[in-house]
T-cell receptor
Framework: AQSVAQPEDQVNVAEGNPLTVKCTYSVSGNPYLFWYVQYPNRGLQFLLKYITGDNLVKGSYGFEAEFNKSQTSFHLKKPSALVSDSALYFC??????????????WGLGTSLAVNP | GAGVSQSPSNKVTEKGKDVELRCDPISGHTALYWYRQSLGQGLEFLIYFQGNSAPDKSGLPSDRFSAERTGGSVSTLTIQRTQQEDSAVYLC???????????FGQGTRLTVV
């Protein structure tokens, strides 16, 4: 079965420290990979995506993520966390195939708390 | 429109009543998703429309839930005989193609009293 795992329900980091939010996936073939963020009482916002090419992708708000095919991972990173980064982060994957079986598959989310 | 629009933004209904939630996707987007999210929780997939293909209804929790997408654009999610456990935020998203990101509406907060 195709799935996305975010192994940590919550991540706590101090402001100014680097942060990592983990994501691993299990899908057939090469996937499209996405990260979204949801701030409190707000809708989901797209952060970044991996389609093809360079394994390191850069997105909004200074975030980046690295696609690792051998480890089937797409961890989200930021060199220096801000208190305003505190939010719920979701990883998603979409398979590369035609037909109806192309829906996004979502992780359960990771709550990031950045402490001042 | 500029983004995905959902209406109403809030809906309070009595247990047993039917409700309709509306989603206007971004023009030209072929894929449309409905999700449900309880407070601080993950996304619960409900239904997925892709072009003219038959929708993927595998996430609908019961036969009280149904959705349609008319003309490949606007979608309506209908919940019949609402129950208190149906209370949640219902999110709609659309995307242009498999490699494109999905854009989310602000959601409809449904409260069943």
């Amino acid at each position: 079965a195709q799935s996305v795992a975010q192994p940590e329900d919550q991540v706590n980091v101090a402001e100014g420290n680097p942060l990592t939010v983990k994501c691993t996936y299990s899908v057939s073939g090469n996937p499209y990979l996405f990260w979204y963020v949801q701030y409190p009482n707000r809708g989901l916002q797209f952060l970044l995506k991996y389609i093809t090419g360079d394994n390191l992708v850069k997105g909004s708000y200074g975030f980046e993520a690295e696609f690792n095919k051998s480890q089937t991972s797409f961890h989200l990173k930021k060199p220096s966390a801000l208190v305003s980064d505190s939010a719920l982060y979701f990883c998603a994957v979409r398979v590369r195939k035609t037909g109806n079986n192309r829906k996004l598959i979502w992780g359960l989310g990771t709550s990031l708390a950045v402490n001042p | 429109g500029a983004g995905v629009s959902q209406s109403p933004s809030n809906k309070v209904t009595e247990k047993g009543k039917d409700v309709e939630l509306r989603c206007d996707p971004i023009s030209g987007h072929t894929a449309l998703y409905w999700y449900r999210q309880s407070l601080g929780q993950g996304l619960e997939f409900l239904i997925y429309f892709q072009g003219n293909s038959a929708p993927d209804k595998s996430g609908l929790p019961s036969d009280r839930f149904s959705a349609e997408r008319t003309g490949g654009s606007v979608s309506t999610l209908t919940i019949q005989r609402t129950q208190q456990e149906d209370s949640a935020v219902y999110l709609c998203a659309s995307s242009a193609d498999p490699g494109a990101e999905a854009f989310f509406g602000q959601g409809t907060r449904l409260t069943v009293v």
